[in-house]
Nanobody
Framework: QVQLAESGGGSVQTGVSLRLSCTVS????????MGWVRQPPGREREGVAS????????TYAASMKGRFTISRDNAKNTLYLQMNSLEQDDTATYYC???????????????????WGQGTQVTVSS
């Protein structure tokens, strides 16, 4: 059974940092490209960052580039999202998502992902 379990969310003030983690079980983690997707209150899900199966390629949504860093540890079956300089607009539920890949793929498209975690809430206030 495939399971993605996010952790690390919380309520913080603007300007601080948080690191989200996603532990993956039930699949061969290194065969999947991974992404972080978020859903702000009252809005649709949007891609935040993505990383290739081996970790050599990454991509970010424009508003997160330079502030967020996605990484993975294939030995620990874990995905990370380091979020720095948090802003109120970063308030959202953050989801970990996975998609099987035969190639060195990455994607910010929400519909490309077939496996999802339950999400972790990040609330940023002034």
């Amino acid at each position: 059974q495939v399971q993605l379990a996010e952790s690390g969310g919380g309520s913080v003030q603007t300007g601080v940092s948080l690191r989200l983690s996603c532990t993956v079980s039930g699949v061969t983690f290194r065969r999947y490209y991974m992404g972080w997707v978020r859903q702000p209150p009252g809005r649709e899900r949007e891609g935040v960052a993505s990383i290739s199966p081996a970790g050599g390629r990454t991509t970010y949504a424009a508003s997160m580039k330079g502030r967020f860093t996605i990484s993975r540890d294939n030995a620990k079956n874990t995905l990370y999202l380091q979020m720095n300089s948090l802003e109120q607009d970063d308030t959202a539920t953050y989801y970990c998502a996975a998609a099987y890949s035969y190639t060195d793929a990455i994607s910010l498209r929400v519909n490309d992902y077939s496996v999802w975690g339950q999400g972790t809430q990040v609330t940023v206030s002034s």
